[in-house]
């Protein structure tokens, strides 16, 4: 998968992702908050700073289909509680919605086309190699 495809792939991925509403809190937005703050943070710590490749707001998009698809792939817990101690806590939230909303996040993505191991297959470094 090129470069252009992937862009494609995770844009289609992230409209099509449900907003999975517990309560009042819309999860989708909250999960892509925590992916864009971790994803700020990382960029922070690049000495000359970051002037290609794709924005922190779409890697966000990124890591949040992607952890979401890694979870669903999997179809058993991953992380456990201890991990909490070692892990990003949006990998775990991602999982916590995976397992929470698994028959919606899996029909609206089949409903778009996409497909957990392409996601899978979406490499970051290949993305932020050129800008977006």
Not at 82 to 101: G, K, M, N, P, Y
């Amino acid at each position: 998968m090129d470069r252009n495809e992937q862009i494609k792939l995770i844009d289609t991925a992230f409209a099509a992702l449900p907003d999975m509403e517990r309560g009042l809190r819309e999860e989708k937005d909250r999960l892509y908050q925590m992916n864009l703050e971790s994803e700020t943070r990382h960029r922070k710590g690049a000495p000359y700073g970051i002037k290609h490749g794709i924005t922190k707001q779409f890697a966000a998009r990124l890591f949040t289909v992607q952890h979401v698809a890694d979870a669903l792939r999997r179809g058993e817990p991953r992380f456990t509680v201890a991990d909490i101690l070692s892990i990003r806590l949006e990998c775990l939230h991602a999982q916590a919605r995976a397992e929470l909303f698994s028959k919606d996040i899996r029909a609206a993505w089949q409903q778009a086309g996409v497909q957990l191991d392409d996601l899978k297959a979406v490499d970051y470094a290949v993305l932020m190699a050129h800008g977006r």
